[in-house]
């Protein structure tokens, strides 16, 4: 059996449906990040962006 074939999405999707509310913000604001520098040839200041996204959800 492969390991591809081992994992189902739920098992991969787990630690992120049972994560704090604020965790889930925070992953739902970085995949957002990411998505909207795709197109970019080389994304800048992706690790300045996502510090920011942190920072605001816990205060």
């Known amino acids: 059996m492969s390991k591809k074939s081992k994992y189902s999405l739920s ?18 604001q ?5 998505k909207d520098k795709l197109y970019l040839k080389t994304p800048r200041n992706i690790q300045e962006d996502i510090l920011q996204i942190i920072k605001e959800v816990i205060q």
Request: glycine share 0%.
């Open 30 to 34: 970085v995949l957002k990040l990411e």
């Open 11 to 28: 098992t991969i999707q787990e630690p992120i449906s049972s994560a704090a509310p604020e965790v889930k913000a925070i992953i739902q």
